[in-house]
C-alpha cells in the first residue's frame, strides 16, 4: 500500500501520518502470531526518495507505504459478485469476518473500518487493509465494528446484500422473509442480532460467535449437502 501527499488535502496528511504511527505501535505491542492487521512494514520518503523516519521527520515526508501479508490479487469485498456456485465461498468469507472480528477484540484494538467496503477480499478470506483505521479497542469503536462485522454477514449471505448499509447505524434492515433457522443465512442472522445488541455480555457473545463461525465453515464444506446433515456430525465429520 502507497499514498503521496499530493494524493491528500494539505490538511489531511499529517493527521495521517500521526494514524499511521500509532497503528504501527498499537499493532507491536501483540504478538506475531495474534496480529488481527497483516502489516509488514511501514516506510516513509521524502521528495528525493531518501527514506526517513516517520516519527522524527514528518515535515519533509512525502509518501509512505507499508507492505501487507495478503495476496496481491485481493479486492475490495463490496464489489465482490459472486455467481451460482459461489455459496461456499460466501459462507467462508463471514466465517473469515467473525473470526477477524474475535481476533480484533481478544487482541484490545479496533479495525474502524470493519465493513464490506473497508476489506478486502481473495480465495475465500478477508483482509484489514487500512492501517489508518486501526486504534486502541474502545467502547465505541467495539460497537462500530460489530455493526460493520454485521453488515458484512448481511451482503454476504442474506438475500438482500445491498441494505448492509442500513446495518452501520446498528439497524437490522427490514427483510420480506423471514430465515430459515437452520440455513446458512438463518445462522448469520442470529449473529447479526446479537453483534446489533449493545448491552450483550461480551463473553456470551464470543461464545455464541465462535458456535455461528463453526456452523457457517460446516456449511462452507458441506456445500448443497448443508443444512440436510446435522451441524454437529459435519463438525465431527471435518474436523
Not at 504511527?21 to 488481527?36: E, K, M, Q, T
Not at 486502541?136 to 453488515?151: K, V
Request: glycine share 6%; charged share 25%; proline share 7%.
Amino acid at each position: 500500500m502507497r499514498t503521496w501527499r499530493k494524493q491528500w488535502p494539505p490538511e489531511a496528511w499529517h493527521p495521517l501520518l500521526t494514524s499511521l504511527l500509532a497503528a504501527r505501535d498499537a499493532l507491536s505491542v501483540v504478538g506475531v502470531g495474534s496480529r488481527p492487521f497483516p502489516l509488514g512494514l511501514l516506510r516513509a520518503y521524502d521528495d528525493e526518495g531518501q527514506q526517513r523516519d516517520i516519527a522524527l521527520d514528518s515535515a519533509v515526508i512525502d509518501s509512505v507505504e507499508y507492505d501487507l501479508h495478503a495476496p496481491g490479487v485481493a479486492s475490495p469485498l463490496s464489489e465482490y459478485f459472486g455467481d451460482a456456485g459461489s455459496e461456499p465461498s460466501r459462507r467462508r468469507m463471514a466465517v473469515a469476518v467473525l473470526r477477524n472480528l474475535m481476533s480484533w477484540e481478544r487482541s484490545g484494538l479496533a479495525y474502524r473500518a470493519m465493513r464490506p467496503d473497508g476489506l478486502v477480499h481473495a480465495d475465500g478470506r478477508v483482509y484489514c487493509d487500512l492501517l489508518r483505521w486501526v486504534a486502541t479497542l474502545d467502547r465505541e469503536s467495539r460497537w462500530r465494528m460489530r455493526c460493520g462485522a454485521a453488515a458484512c454477514l448481511v451482503f454476504l449471505l442474506s438475500p438482500w446484500p445491498y441494505a448492509w448499509p442500513a446495518v452501520l447505524g446498528g439497524t437490522m434492515p427490514a427483510l420480506h422473509e423471514r430465515a430459515d433457522e437452520r440455513s446458512a443465512w438463518g445462522i448469520a442472522e442470529s449473529a447479526v442480532t446479537m453483534l446489533l445488541d449493545e448491552h450483550i455480555d461480551p463473553v456470551r457473545v464470543e461464545v455464541a460467535l465462535t458456535d455461528k463461525a463453526d456452523l457457517l465453515d460446516a456449511a462452507a464444506l458441506l456445500d448443497h449437502r448443508f443444512p440436510a446433515w446435522p451441524a454437529g456430525l459435519a463438525r465431527e465429520v471435518f474436523a
